[in-house]
């Protein structure tokens, strides 16, 4: 063992640690500790790096003591009962002031469970949402600390060390709050990252069906979307999908590549969350079901024969590419919309004080959803701090209101032709919701007061009431 002493160690070197363990080393005054549990990884990345001058160890003991005092080491091991065993093994070993980062994907409630329980010990517990991928684990990252305002006095100087740099040369982290906030954050980032995912999916299964154009014709099409207000992360990768070409079939790779989408459970987590604090976030639930949906293979094979329509040309495809880029951009605007009530519901029902705006902000570089759009995000919060919800930003409605015509043409085509488009139709649906004068909801109401005496509230005056229904027909 090495005698020099580490100011910050990583637990877990498979991608995402050892990546994350070689950003903190490439950072001017870092020396970093390293520790796995299959001891082989550990000598692997200190014989792949020298200059990363990793101070290893083969026991957690030994990681402990490597640690300068008050110690600070990340965590990077899979969710659950490895995390829950990693904390346990740091916990005996650490002492008062010390502080264990979990970087990994955690459930926000489990984060919050473990801090508490490691707070009983006098030891800092902070769960950290780290998006990026392996590239921004390595490269720089958006990070999203929860834990004790005390332990990101310690922490933050580290952790803004190795984030992504937004354009501006900000860091992009922030403390987000306390105990699971981060984590809780990191969520509804990936639920809106479903629902930004879907909505791409959707403009481009439209504009190939109602126009016939190819996939690198359509590719072409992202690109040019990439430098209007849609330039994103997600739109710059959808172009250079639908570009490839399968080497071995010669066929574009999207119509290679089994229509089935995979789901690792942050957007499923983003949903009931929302479900739980009662916010109506249509168009994550929404993206969320519908890669259910494109993975149910055997009723969808069952059920190719069922009636429908068949997907008309449009007449005009300039004009219909168009109306499909403003429904895209109206869309997730409300999709984005619906994240942000998620997280203002979260804050409020865990006692959290989030900066919205904050989170727009470390948002913008290093993560799946970054884009230039999130800087209106933090500028309708910056003027409006009391905001209730996204859309009502003048900046906002406006845009959703200029797009709101060509959202509904397309919606229209889409459910004319037979071409699911879940998410630009769920969303525009919220939006006709939220600003109808009056919701059936009123006969929802009447009718659970007839069958369960649930009572309803009036308009003309305060209280509840009931009505005696009568049976009579
Ligand atoms: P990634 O997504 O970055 O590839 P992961 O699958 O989330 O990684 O986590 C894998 C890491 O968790 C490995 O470092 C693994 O240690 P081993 O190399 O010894 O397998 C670590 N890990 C998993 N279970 C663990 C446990 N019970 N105790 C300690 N470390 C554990």
């Known amino acids: 063992m090495s005698s020099a002493k580490a100011n910050i160690g990583v ?86 002031g010390d502080i264990i980062v979990d970087g990994g994907n955690a459930l926000f409630t489990d984060t919050i469970r473990r801090e508490a329980a490691v707070r009983e010990t006098g ?19 958006s990070l999203m600390p929860g834990g004790t305002v005390e332990s990101y006095e310690t922490l933050g100087p580290i952790l803004r060390s190795i984030a992504a740099l937004a354009d501006d040369g900000e860091p992009c982290v922030t403390h987000i709050g306390t105990d699971g906030a981060g984590h809780f954050v990191k969520m509804v980032h990936n639920g809106i990252e479903y629902a930004d995912m879907q909505l791409i999916g959707e403009a481009y299964d439209l504009i190939r069906r109602g126009t016939g154009k190819t996939p690198a014709e359509i590719a072409e099409i992202f690109a040019a979307w990439n430098t209007t207000e849609l330039e994103s992360y997600l ?57 259910s949906l494109s993975s149910q293979l055997g009723q969808r094979a069952q059920a190719k024969g069922l009636p429908g329509p068949e997907a008309a040309a449009v007449d005009d495809a300039d004009a219909f590419i168009e109306d499909v880029r403003l429904a895209l951009y109206a869309s997730k605007i409300i999709a984005y919309s619906q994240g942000f009530d998620i997280i203002v519901a979260g804050a409020e029902e865990h006692g959290w004080n989030i900066d919205k705006g904050e ?22 919060y910056a003027e ?33 032709s037979g071409i699911p488009a879940p998410a630009f139709s769920s969303t525009l649906a919220y939006y006709d919701g939220l600003r109808a004068d009056r919701l059936p909801a009123a006969l929802v109401q009447g009718q659970r007061d007839f069958f369960g005496a649930h009572t309803y509230r009036r308009v003309d005056r305060e209280g509840s009431f009931h009505t005696e229904w009568s049976g009579d027909r």
């Open 384 to 416: 409006q701090p009391d905001l209730v919800a996204l859309v009502l930003a003048p900046f906002f409605t406006d845009a959703v209101a200029g797009g709101q015509d060509a959202w509904r043409r397309v919606v229209q085509y889409a459910a004319g």
């Open 123 to 141: 030891i800092h517990f902070v769960g950290c949402g780290i998006s990026g991928g392996e590239e921004g684990a390595l490269n720089g990252p």
């Open 11 to 96: 637990v877990g070197l498979a991608v995402m640690g050892s990546n994350l363990a070689r950003n903190l080393a490439s950072r001017e005054g870092n020396s970093v500790a390293v520790y796995n549990r299959t001891g082989s990884k550990t000598d692997e990345l200190v014989a792949e790096h020298p200059e990363a001058g990793f101070v290893p160890s083969k026991t957690v003991a030994e990681f402990a003591a490597s640690l300068e005092q008050p110690r600070t080491a990340i965590i990077m091991v899979q969710a659950g009962a490895a995390t829950n065993a990693v904390i346990d093994q740091l916990v005996a070993e650490f002492e008062p």
């Open 235 to 291: 739109i710059e990768i959808t172009a250079e999908v639908l570009r490839q070409v399968d080497a071995e079939t010669g066929s574009p790779l999207v119509d290679v590549i089994l229509d089935a989408a995979g789901a690792k459970g942050t957007g499923a987590w983003t949903v009931q969350s929302a479900l739980n604090l009662g916010v109506p976030s249509t168009g994550i639930a929404e993206a969320t079901f519908a890669r």
């Open 359 to 380: 989170v727009a902000k470390i948002w913008r570089a290093g993560c799946i959803i970054r884009a230039r759009f999130l800087e209106r995000i933090t500028e309708a």
